[in-house]
């Protein structure tokens, strides 16, 4: 039996959760994120992700309310946090995407609850608009917590960056660049707009590509805003985003949680890295089955092309591509 299989257990359908899609590494059910995190054994998986609606009034679909007291969407967001402390195992790891408004309810609540606090990551969102009497707001957070010391920390790595237009690196190396780690750089804490420091390089020559070990800034993860490349209306992100969470906080064989499973991204960049996972969708869930049908059909997007800039470029994948690079 899998070990998504051993926590899947009768609890879940006494919640009325619906089990929707599965897979050799995972299963998808439709229903209540806190009926599905309550079903769950205590420490029993090893990374969860959690990206809720933000509270702003969009259209998730029927039966999901994205409007909230702000008392109440707090009351209702320690919930689920406590649900996934709960469900974690010694060491693991928990990731909450969000606004900075509500990162820091949720980051001062785990402080709280005896989280060990590791990163805030800062995802930049370019062009957007100012609102009223504020400054244009310009990156969600995504919190990174473990459950005391983390019992995995896989170094993932990174392009050095380069400009797009004169081809130089954008960061000074301080007459150190000889000595960088040829693998690459480690991953940093802001990731910013792809299209401000590096072309697509779906058509580079990979031999021609320097590595650094990955910093806690981040400045290459795509927005998914083009309907061709879209699985559903409301906001989803990036598999790679997903695929270097996954790969930085879990080995292969090991249990990912994500309740809010939207467009299926955790799912789909689990099964690539050969993660076992579970999860939930109170709403539609047909974009996440599209996207695992396909990946189950050998059939992946190029994430270069998540931007809308080119056509979708799809091809077939074998086992040997399913990850992407990462040391131990």
Not at 14 to 25: A, R, T
């Amino acid at each position: 039996m899998l070990p998504v299989q051993l926590i899947a257990t009768d609890d879940l359908e006494k919640q009325e959760l619906k089990e929707i899609y599965k897979s050799e590494y995972g299963i998808l059910y439709q229903g209540d994120c806190l009926k599905f995190l309550s079903a769950l054994p205590n420490e029993s998986v090893d990374i969860i992700f959690a990206d809720p609606p933000f509270n702003l009034g969009k259209e998730y679909g029927k039966g999901v309310s994205d409007q909230m007291a702000d008392d109440e969407y707090l009351m209702w967001s320690k919930q689920w946090l406590s649900q996934s402390i709960r469900v974690l195992k010694n060491g693991g790891s928990l990731f909450v995407f969000n606004l900075p408004k509500w990162c820091i309810e949720y980051g001062a609540y785990l402080n709280q609850q005896g989280m060990n606090f590791r990163h805030w990551i800062a995802c930049r969102m370019p062009k957007a608009f100012p609102r009223g009497k504020k400054m244009s707001p310009a990156h969600y957070g995504l919190l990174y917590y473990t459950k005391g010391e983390p019992a995995v920390f896989n170094k993932v790595y990174t392009p050095i960056q380069v400009c797009r237009h004169c081809g130089g690196e954008i960061r000074d190396y301080g007459g150190h660049r000889k000595k960088l780690n040829p693998q690459g750089i480690n991953l940093m804490d802001v990731w910013d707009a792809p299209e401000d420091v590096w072309e697509d390089t779906s058509d580079a020559n990979s031999h021609d590509i320097l590595w650094t070990l990955a910093e806690e800034m981040w400045t290459d993860i795509p927005p998914v805003r083009h309907r061709q490349h879209k699985k559903r209306v409301p906001n989803e992100l990036a598999p790679i985003m997903l695929e270097r969470i996954i790969a930085m906080a879990s080995n292969p064989g090991q249990i990912v949680v994500d309740p809010f499973g939207g467009s299926g991204t955790t799912f789909y960049a689990a099964e690539k890295l050969q993660r076992y996972w579970i999860g939930s969708e109170l709403g539609d869930t047909d974009p996440a089955v599209e996207r695992l049908t396909d990946l189950a059909n050998g059939i992946i997007e190029q994430w270069e092309s998540a931007r809308g800039n080119k056509k979708s470029k799809q091809k077939k994948i074998n086992a040997s591509q399913l990850s992407i690079p990462y040391s131990q």
